[in-house]
């Protein structure tokens, strides 16, 4: 089993940015994929960012140039850094791992985008 802990939401303004973390533990195995997904409301789960257990990333295309996901795998976290963030982004952000087992899901944060 694979425990998913995400931290690091809350409340900014338009055009801020927030940084969140997510720190896996269990049966992670050394190969897999972490990622951020978010949840706006009334609307389906949609892919913010991915990345690889090598570094290789993927991203929704409209937050390319805003958003960095990264990774330390000696701590078997991962990083998503938001930049710019809009009004319209306000959601429920979730950190998901996926490896050859299954994939897994963390409770959510919520990040509000508001003034």
Do not use: H
Not at 7 to 12: E, K
Not at 14 to 29: H, N
Not at 79 to 103: D, H, K, P, V, W
Request: net charge positive.
């Amino acid at each position: 089993q694979v425990q998913l802990v995400e931290s690091g939401g809350g409340l900014v303004q338009p055009g801020g940015s927030l940084r969140l973390s997510c720190a896996a533990s269990g049966s992670i195995s050394s190969i897999n994929t972490m990622g951020w997904y978010r949840q706006i409301p009334g609307k389906q789960r949609e892919l913010v960012a991915r990345i690889s257990s090598v570094g290789i990333t993927n991203y929704a295309d409209s937050m390319k140039g805003r958003f960095t996901i990264s990774r330390d795998n000696a701590k078997n976290t991962v990083y998503l850094q938001m930049n710019n963030l809009e009004s319209e982004e306000t959601a429920f952000y979730y950190c998901n791992l996926r490896n050859r087992i299954g994939e897994y899901w963390g409770q959510g944060t919520q990040v509000t985008v508001s003034s």
